[in-house]
């Protein structure tokens, strides 16, 4: 009960991201390790669109899943979307079956550093606003 006092569902959907940009960062440096390597497919980080599903879900009907056995109704809360890394077998852009291209491994990888360094940064003021609550409290 006092998590959900002191952390909102802004941070949480915050920490998220940071989880999903932290994954895409090592999904996109191991395609740039792997770029001369013959029949490598690259890997792509799926979760914004499952975040939105997730946040846009409509509907009476939702599941909980508190047994791995347990079979999913509706779709996914946000408590429940998390990264996942999905391998892109269907296209090749070398002869050697690799398809990874460099420019936008690259691109990919400079927007996903902004996008950690702005998560990281309003991660940081909520954190920051809590510290000040706390010890303007004290007072």
């Known amino acids: 009960m006092i998590g959900n006092l002191l952390f909102s569902k802004s941070m949480s959907l915050m920490g998220k991201g940071l989880d999903a940009a ?5 999904v996109i ?3 740039l390790a792997n770029i001369e390597t013959p029949g490598f497919k690259k890997s792509d980080v799926v979760f914004e669109d499952e975040l939105k599903k997730a946040l846009t879900r409509t509907g009476p009907i939702q599941g909980m899943i508190t047994n791995a056995k347990h079979i999913p109704i509706g779709q996914p809360s ?4 998390s990264p996942a890394v999905v391998r892109q077998n269907s296209t090749t852009i070398r002869n050697d079956g690799n398809n990874v291209d460099i420019d936008s491994e690259m691109a990919a990888m400079a927007k996903n550093t902004i996008t950690y360094s702005a998560l990281a940064q ?6 920051s606003k809590l ?4 010890s303007e409290g004290r007072r």
């Open 22 to 26: 932290s994954l895409r960062n090592t």
């Open 29 to 31: 440096s191991d395609n």
């Open 122 to 127: 309003l991660l940081n003021g909520e954190f």
């Open 131 to 134: 510290k000040s609550a706390i």
């Open 78 to 81: 946000v408590p429940q979307i």
